[in-house]
């Protein structure tokens, strides 16, 4: 008979199977993990957890079916990691998640439990106690994958309350805000430079945290869930997990923790595991709405300035309407004419040459500005300049 995981014990009724209450499951799992014969019902029945039957005790041949379901031990539970762990988060991230619980990136009232280590983030600390949230320490994850939720005294894990100031909310404007897009780039300790582009998807707003996405394009896409603070000018990022994409021998060992500071809407980060690394993001004015229409805006006249992949500078110029297109492009500082200009709906492509290198470009105009590739030799690099 096996023991292992959390069960849910139920008694066969006239109408069906009926749950035990939640006393006595907890009773009579704890007999079964146990290997006790019986376990005590009431005042007149028991359940014989050999041939799992509920029993009388004046005539044990009168008798119902009792059986056990597993239940995942993390049933209904939400849990938010604080960290300062001994073990690394995605340890207890998979650990709680194999066993059907939820993993939260805030905290809210929705939480559960709160995981705390011994060096937790104050501010997290904080808001946990406010809200009135338990706050335990890790070792209840074992506890409860072995026990179930349910049949654990979630006190005897509690973390003592520490005196910590009431949060005050971040200073506002908060230009990390839900939506918001951001580019820059990573420098290695090489000092090799790799685009980056995050998404902020989720922030709240008493805390100052918030989650989104970084993505390297050059990395197949690579895509990563991190997740940050921001008290005052002091910023902290972490990557967190792998969502996608990513080069093989170029995934980081998660998680990935960046300290720096937001100024002028600029992220300036240093990683803490590698001090010669550095990220720094900038973000990306919202997408304003125009009334031309695409090939309108590549009328006499129009320019446009951007970036190609977020580290060269570069700005195109069309002299002339959308159906006979000619004009110049500036990259790094030096202007060259375009050449082989072809235009097809609202689709153009042209070269141009540099050190003796030809270098195509294939651009789509849009509502918000220009997107496309460069392709120079073998390498393609996307083009993204904004209206």
């Excluded at 990022?237 to 002028?264: I, M, N, R, T």
Aim: net charge negative.
């Amino acid at each position: 008979m096996s023991t292992g995981g959390f069960g849910q014990w139920f008694w066969y009724s006239d109408s069906g199977w009926v749950p035990f209450s939640d006393s006595l499951n907890t009773d009579i799992e704890r007999g079964y993990k146990a290997k006790t014969a019986r376990v005590k019902v009431d005042n007149e029945r028991f359940v014989d957890l050999q041939q799992l039957l509920q029993r009388r005790y004046d005539d044990e041949n009168k008798c119902r079916m009792v059986k056990r379901e597993i239940k995942p031990s993390f049933d209904g539970c939400v849990v938010f990691l604080i960290g300062g762990f001994s073990r690394p988060d995605n340890d207890l991230i998979k650990l709680i998640s194999d066993n059907g619980g939820l993993v939260a990136q805030f905290i809210t009232h929705h939480v559960t439990i709160a995981l705390c280590g011994t060096n937790p983030a104050l501010s997290d600390l904080a808001e946990a106690h406010q809200l009135g949230i338990p706050v335990v320490t890790d070792d209840i994850v074992d506890d409860v994958v072995q026990n179930g939720f349910k049949n654990v005294d979630v006190k005897r894990f509690t973390v003592p309350v520490k005196a910590v100031a009431p949060l005050a909310p971040p200073n506002e404007p908060h230009c990390i805000e839900k939506g918001t897009k951001w580019s820059g780039v990573f420098t290695d300790s090489a000092g090799k430079m790799v685009p980056l582009e995050l998404v902020v998807t989720m922030r709240h707003r008493l805390s100052g945290a918030f989650a989104g996405e970084l993505k390297r394009p050059t990395w197949k896409n690579m895509k990563t869930r991190v997740r940050g603070t921001l008290q005052g000018a002091n910023l902290k990022l972490e990557e967190l997990a792998l969502v996608s994409g990513g080069v093989s021998g170029k995934l980081p060992s998660f998680p990935v923790v960046f300290e720096g500071s937001l100024v002028d809407k600029q992220m300036k980060l240093t990683s803490m595991s590698d001090g010669a690394c550095t990220l720094e993001l900038t973000l990306l004015p919202a997408a304003r709405g125009s009334t031309k229409t695409p090939l309108q805006m590549l009328a006499a006249g129009s320019a446009f300035e951007g970036s190609l992949t977020q580290i060269s500078p570069i700005s195109i110029e069309f002299h002339t309407g959308p159906l006979s297109v000619e004009g110049s492009l500036t990259l790094d500082g030096n202007a060259f004419p375009l050449s082989n200009v072809a235009e097809t709906t609202n689709v153009v492509t042209f070269s141009h040459d540099m050190d003796g290198v030809q270098a195509i470009y294939t651009l789509t105009a849009h509502a918000d500005g220009i997107r496309g590739t460069k392709t120079e030799g073998d390498v393609t690099a996307n083009v993204k300049i904004d209206l």
